[in-house]
Nanobody, 121 residues
């Protein structure tokens, strides 16, 4: 069973940067897309970004496209989310996801426990 463990969340001021990491263990993510989904307080979960197994295809939500960058290291079974110019609206729990699905939805088979990102002065 694939397990996903996120790290790198925390408190950052508006305009600041954070880098989230996620490492898969317990099973292979070979061939799987990986990505990030977030849930803000009082809101539904929403897609943030995803990347194909090869890294050749990436998907971004419109609200983050120019500020966030998803990347992966398939050899390390890891995916990353570089977040710049953070806004209070980016405050959320960020979940690492993986699965055969690759797209803008939430249809990923495997989910991590989430890491909190808080953007506040």
């Amino acid at each position: 069973q694939v397990q996903l463990v996120e790290s790198g969340g925390g408190l950052v001021q508006p305009g600041g940067s954070l880098r989230l990491s996620c490492v898969a263990s317990g099973g292979s993510v070979s061939g799987y897309a990986m990505g990030w989904i977030r849930q803000a307080p009082g809101k539904e979960r929403e897609f943030v970004a995803a990347i194909s197994w090869s890294g050749g295809s990436t998907f971004y939500a419109g609200s983050v496209k120019d500020r966030l960058t998803v990347s992966r290291d398939s050899a390390m079974s890891a995916v990353y989310l570089e977040m710049n110019s953070l806004e209070p609206e980016d405050t959320a729990v960020y979940y690492c996801v993986a699965g055969e699905y690759l797209g803008y939805g939430l249809n990923y088979c495997y989910w991590g426990q989430g890491t909190q990102v808080t953007v506040s002065s």
